[in-house]
């Protein structure tokens, strides 16, 4: 007898928990489509994009990148679910993503976006090559000074990111500083230049790299008040190609103050961005 | 089911339609000019489901939106309108300069028109550009009645502006879809519900302002006697570009060739919202504006734009490549819903979406720019023309994400940098003081220039919206002479921004353009700010003046200039009898009621009012005699701008059997005697409304006892749970929560010093 109702109870249990699984989505439909991504972080954000209880599931396989899309046909569809997939940052066949979110993927997950650039690459290329020409004509000199500016564009473009309080923008910046850095051919460098590059190559390296490896903009802003100080003194004695401002916030590093270079003489502040975005002003005008 | 499917298969009929009346106007150019261009238009009653529901909506010729009217500039429209509904209404041509009877403002250049009956529109066209057409009746215009008119030039015109006038053009119409009637959405406007927050997520309960680490910010808030705060009234199931939420245009027309990649489109944009704004954005590169209300402005590239309520804008966008849409973005501007509109074919690329606001730095911002007294103050900054856009502080895109508060920030002051959205960020957001006209705009030499100012006011809390503080039922005409030149000074006084639209002339407004002052129909100005437009009155007539917010508007926000010595009107002969029908439409009556049918009795109030008075009832009824019976009836006026006083009139009414033989009579806090147990007395009072909303009631009763009173409703705890409390000198208090399930439904908890302990079902109206 017992025997029978632990039997009735099991069999009770499986068949509501099939039920429950039908229950999950209703007028059930499944579609098999390829969604670009690269990783299992790529696999987690893609289904979190996908999935709406009761409504939507997404599988996606990372080996033939293919999702599965199983979905009520009564409350959405598959352009509904890839739609919010490629807000996610994940190109279909049928959505390709904003660049803003692409850019803000993991570099993991920064898959090849191969239809983006089968219908854009055209133009962009020729320049490219125009551009390639250009430096291969262009004398030893103008390379040698090309190679810190690299540095310095690279650094503005950080310090850009930062008064808009975009960590993941200042980061992506960081971790392309940190390519230019390590591209410098020291060599090619003249005497003065040198001494003062190997003075200060281990802390910009450190400090980009730390702002490189985190999203948190009061983190990288610890970090970007040694690296300004650091490309002020390297701009002292390679130059600039144009006008350079050294600015000064009193409240910024917690009341001690901090520098920083800027393009332009109208203070925009890279330590609190829009909350406080002109408190400082210019010290320094480099010619 | 079936009714569902034609619906259907009408919206995709008009998407036919509208490729069709792009067609024709691309063809029309050929046709020579002066003509008589006529449609017939049948307003219907119908269903449709936009939001997920079958609702009621109202169709002309089975299209939602109206059918796309083009005429050439020197033509003749003649437009039947054939009235199929069982209630009156009227056909406004938004921005057209055309003879005041043909402006269709019922009660004002005309009646409306009647059930079954047809009236034929007829006017010369006299100007070019993209303008729409809308109902002005009632709250018509949110159940579909809008829809596209647009005025082409002709090609020999010195104004034609090749590459921009001779390019393929899209209209494009933005609009909103509630489940809700416009009607109820209106009364619950004005009833304060907070249902709307509730489905938009925007509650900014006291749970959710501790969770932000904005305790303080919500506790000053509410001390200055602020309502949530919120950058739009109303939720809305859905979006619509021309009528659907997602579409796609791959060509012109159906059988013209597909976009090729680097072709040119323009986009004649019109809001046909009721009361939203929209963001608009494309995810094919930076958008070219050449035209504003129908008015041709120099080219300028910016990367988004809003177009206020009833605005227009012309915007030139371009097909990057080969094989792909592009995605043309239309977002409400409280950023909860959106619509998009694909143009060219193959893989979609889509634009980025605009991120959730920062609602509690708008508090926090509201705070510091509102006085005690509920003005506001700029704090010094001089605010024109969309360039400061306070809001900035909520958009994570141009100020960055939500953060833990950062130390050093709370000493600083702020400075008009801070709302400079342009000098903030990358983003290039168009706004009124780069617009700049393509001709001289300067006015005609007049006798005589009258210079206007207004203020508009109002509050959120009984959403009054008004001009200087009166409604259109408290003034009259505003009365200005043919020839002469008027100049109108605004200040926005108000919490919310107002689309001010003017019928039958266009005005300039003064940008800093100098002789190129950009001319417009509509002025949108944001709250402290303060815009100075002007115009020639030389089109005589009864003109309308309002804010374009379909509920501002049915809340009074309008005025009327009107010509001295004009002539009659045929349609409207009884021109005063006309009027006064005009305010009392725009200062209706709003009914609300909630009862709760608790385990102790019921407790429960209703309440009739308009802008300034206010009639309202209160009851205590238990089950039997010894929990006793109880109304209190109140008839009072609000006073002020802000109404947070209004003194009333009223009678008590009360009954309740004692337990017993000994009949025990209570007193109040200053030993008078009370009549707690039978009841029957006149009394006069007020209702302040202090600090933290708390109500302050004092009361004088025919018997010499008086009474005084604190309350406070709607404490919002979390997202759905309300509280309440009430404490007097008759030694009575009561303490209750709510949690609220739906729009009309609740649960609610109470103790009552009365009527003790009781759990209930809320129903309100």
Redesign the interface.
């Known amino acids: 007898m017992k025997k029978i109702t632990s039997k009735i109870l099991i069999a009770l249990t499986i068949m509501l928990s099939i039920t429950a699984c039908n229950a999950q989505i209703k007028n059930a439909k499944t579609d098999t489509i390829k969604i670009y991504g690269n990783c299992g972080m790529c696999k987690k954000a893609i289904e979190k994009a996908g999935n709406v209880k009761k409504v939507s599931l997404v599988e996606w396989n990372i080996d033939t990148k293919m999702a599965t899309l199983t979905f009520d046909t009564k409350q959405t569809n598959s ?1 509904e679910i890839l ?1 919010r997939i ?2 996610a940052g994940y ?1 279909s ?9 692409y850019s803000n993927l993991p570099n993991c997950c920064q898959y090849d976006r191969t ?2 650039t089968i ?2 690459t055209e133009a962009p290329k020729m320049k490219m090559d125009t551009a390639n020409q250009a430096i291969q004509k262009s004398s030893l000199e103008i390379e040698e000074s090309n190679q810190l500016n690299n540095i310095f564009d690279k650094y503005f473009e950080v310090k ?1 990111a930062l008064v ?4 993941a923008l200042a980061s992506a910046k960081s971790t392309a500083l940190l390519s230019a850095i390590k591209a410098v051919k020291m060599d090619k460098l003249s005497m003065d230049v040198h001494l003062v590059w190997m003075k200060v190559l281990t802390d910009l390296q450190e400090d980009a790299e730390h702002m490189a490896n985190t999203k948190d ?2 983190h990288q802003r610890e970090h970007f008040i040694r690296l300004s100080d650091n490309i002020y003194t390297l701009m002292k004695v390679a130059k600039y190609e144009q006008s350079v401002y050294y600015q000064h916030c009193p ?1 910024a590093n ?2 001690k103050g901090a520098n920083w270079l800027s393009k332009e003489n109208a203070i925009k502040n890279p330590y ?8 400082g002003k210019t010290v320094e005008t480099i010619k | 089911m079936s009714i569902k499917i034609i619906i259907k298969i009408k919206i995709i009929l008009f998407g036919i339609a509208l490729l069709t009346s792009s067609c024709l106007s691309s063809k029309s150019f050929q046709i020579s000019p002066g003509r008589i261009v006529h449609y017939e238009l049948y307003i219907k009653d119908s269903l449709v489901s936009f939001g997920g529901k079958e609702k009621r909506a109202i169709a002309v010729n089975g299209q939602i939106p109206m059918p796309t009217l083009t005429f050439t500039e020197g033509d003749t429209a003649e437009i039947v309108v054939h009235n199929l509904l069982n209630e009156g209404t009227s056909l406004h041509w938004h921005g057209l300069y055309l003879p005041n009877k043909e402006d269709g403002v019922p009660f004002l250049t005309q009646l409306p028109i009647a059930p079954n009956k047809t009236m034929i529109y007829r006017f010369a066209i006299k100007q070019s550009g993209t303008h729409w057409y809308h109902s002005h009746s009632g709250l018509q215009e949110q159940l579909g009645m809008y829809g596209s008119l647009i005025l082409l030039k002709k090609r020999e015109d010195p104004a034609f502006r090749n590459g921009i006038d001779d390019i393929p053009q899209i209209p494009v119409i933005l609009s909103e879809w509630t489940n809700l009637k416009p009607e109820n959405v209106h009364r619950m406007l004005h009833n304060a519900s907070d249902w709307f927050a509730i489905k938009k997520g925007t509650t900014q309960s006291y749970t959710e302002a501790i969770k932000a680490g904005h305790f303080k910010t919500k506790i000053t808030n509410e001390w200055k006697r602020m309502l949530a705060m919120d950058v739009s009234d109303v939720y809305y199931e859905k979006l619509l570009i021309n009528g659907r939420n ?1 579409s796609q245009i791959k060509a012109l027309t159906p059988s013209s060739p597909i976009f090729k ?1 680097g072709e040119k489109i323009r986009l004649r944009i019109s809001n046909g919202g009721a009361s939203t704004y929209f963001w608009l954005s494309y ?1 094919g590169g930076k958008m070219t504006v050449v035209a504003n209300d129908g008015n041709d402005v120099e080219p300028i590239e910016v990367d988004r734009l809003i177009i206020g309520v009833s605005e227009t804008y012309d915007v030139i966008v371009s097909i ?5 849409a592009y995605e043309f973005l239309a977002t409400s501007e409280d950023r909860i819903r959106s619509s998009s509109l694909y143009l060219g074919s193959g ?7 605009l991120p959730k606001l920062k609602y509690f730095e708008g508090m926090k911002m509201m705070n510091g720019m509102m006085n005690m007294d509920g003005s506001m103050d700029d704090m010094g900054m001089n605010m024109s023309l969309q360039k400061m856009d306070m809001n ?2 909520m958009y994570p895109e ?4 939500i ?1 833990k508060k ?1 130390k ?2 709370k000493a ?1 002051k702020m ?1 008009e ?2 709302y400079k959205s342009n000098e ?3 983003i290039v957001t168009l706004n009124y003081a780069m617009l700049k006209a393509t001709t001289s705009t300067t006015l005609p030499e007049a006798s005589q220039l009258k210079e206007l100012r207004f203020e508009l006011s109002g509050n959120m809390n009984r959403y009054t919206w008004s001009m200087d503080n009166k409604v259109l039922s408290e003034v009259d005409k505003i009365l200005i002479k043919k020839g002469e030149n008027i100049r109108i000074i605004l200040y926005n006084g108000s919490m919310m921004r107002h689309p001010m639209h003017l019928h039958g002339h266009d005005f300039r407004i003064l940008n800093g353009q100098g002789a190129f002052a950009p001319l417009k129909n509509v002025l949108d100005i944001m709250p402290m700010e303060t815009d100075t437009i002007e115009f020639n009155a030389n089109l005589e007539g009864d003109w309308f003046f309002h804010c374009h917010i379909l509920y501002h508007m049915m809340a009074g926000m309008n005025r009327v200039f009107s010509y001295e010595n004009q002539a009659v009107n045929p349609y409207l002969p009884n021109k005063k009898w006309a009027y006064k029908k005009l305010q009392r439409e725009s200062n209706q009556i709003h009914f609300m009621a909630s009862n709760d049918f608790a385990t102790n009795g019921n407790d429960g109030m209703a309440m009739l009012q308009n802008t300034r008075w206010s009639l309202s009832t209160e009851w205590r009824f238990g089950y039997m005699n010894t929990m006793g019976y109880e109304t209190e009836t109140h008839f009072g006026r609000y006073l002020g701008k802000m109404q947070w006083f209004m003194p009333f009139v009223g009678f008590d009414w009360r009954y309740r059997q004692q337990i017993g033989e000994i009949n025990f009579q209570e007193h109040n806090v200053f030993g008078m005697l009370n009549s707690k147990d039978n009841r029957s007395l006149f009394t006069a009072g007020f209702d302040a409304t202090l600090p933290m909303l708390v109500v302050f009631q004092a009361e004088v009763f025919q018997n010499g006892d008086f009474r005084f009173q604190l309350m406070r409703e709607d404490i919002p705890i979390s997202k759905r749970i309300r509280a309440g409390f009430m404490i007097n000198t008759d030694k009575e208090y009561m303490f209750d929560l709510r949690y609220i399930i739906r729009k009309n439904i609740g649960i609610r908890t109470h103790y009552d010093s009365d009527m003790g302990f009781g759990v209930g079902i809320n129903l309100n109206y």
């Open positions: 352009a739609k490629a807000l190109d066949d049928s959505f390709l993503s904003p660049d803003l979110a239809k983006k219908a854009k850009d808009k309080t975009d960590g903009a009061s409240m917690d009341g609190f961005g829009a909350q406080m975005l002109t408190c | 997602e990649s995810a990057p490549a080969e094989n792909t893989v979609k690329q889509l634009t980025s979406p900035v502080v141009i100020t960055g994400a953060k950062d050093a920030m600083m400075t940098d801070n903030l960020s990358d």
